[in-house]
């Protein structure tokens, strides 16, 4: 199967276009028993693999889980549970987070991998902003949820994501990081 470009992936996310799966049983890392669709991404020298499943999973707690990336296995899910577009929300979400993992240079350890200086200083900087969404958690869900809005998935209770100054500011960052990520075009 052919993988997509980071570049492709970004458009097709935006466009909501059908990105072409195969069927395939998912990882046994995921926790996922049922069968998943699946596409993959190149992202450097590394292919990503995306399960869509029709699973639901859920939390310790009872909330449910929307999906997941698994740093040392490369590979994201997000599940189809609750929708089309909701997966394409998680799905922007967890693709930040691969590219958070790549731009750091794929570290081997996970926890605080994701991180850099300038995700916490944006997150300090609009840390109030977030109220009590997912995004105040922490800088790397914060960069994440901001990357899922400015590819356009917003959700209406979401305050922060109507301040102009916050979107351009994470939007610079994320232009980096996609700069960084996305192989220079020769003329």
């Known amino acids: 199967m052919r993988t997509l470009s980071l570049t492709e992936l970004l458009a097709s996310l935006q466009a909501q276009n059908k990105i072409k799966c195969t069927s395939t049983v998912p990882p046994r890392l995921s926790g996922l028993s049922k069968s998943c669709k699946t596409f993959y991404f190149d992202l450097?020298?590394?292919?990503?693999?995306?399960?869509?499943?029709?699973?639901?999973?859920f939390n310790p707690d009872g909330s449910e889980v929307g999906g997941a990336y698994y740093h040392e296995?490369?590979?994201?899910?997000?599940?189809?549970?609750?929708?089309?577009?909701?997966?394409?929300?998680?799905?922007?979400?967890?693709?930040?987070h691969v590219m958070q993992d790549a731009v750091n240079g794929w570290p081997p350890e996970q926890e605080g991998s994701l991180s850099c200086e300038e995700q916490i200083r944006l997150?300090?900087?609009?840390?109030?902003?977030?109220?009590?969404?997912?995004?105040?958690?922490?800088?790397?869900?914060?960069?994440?949820?901001?990357?899922?809005?400015?590819?356009?998935?917003?959700?209406?209770?979401?305050?922060?994501?109507?301040?102009?100054?916050?979107?351009?500011?994470?939007?610079?960052?994320w232009h980096n990081v996609i700069k960084k990520l996305t192989p220079p075009v020769f003329k």
């Open 44 to 57: 450097g020298a590394r292919t990503i693999s995306v399960y869509l499943s029709k699973e639901r999973v």
């Open 73 to 96: 296995n490369k590979f994201l899910w997000a599940t189809l549970s609750r929708g089309k577009q909701r997966a394409r929300q998680t799905l922007s979400h967890e693709l930040a």
């Open 123 to 173: 997150y300090e900087k609009y840390y109030y902003h977030f109220d009590d969404d997912y995004a105040s958690k922490n800088p790397v869900e914060a960069a994440a949820e901001v990357f899922r809005v400015l590819l356009g998935f917003r959700e209406a209770y979401e305050l922060w994501a109507h301040n102009p100054e916050l979107l351009v500011d994470y939007g610079n960052y």
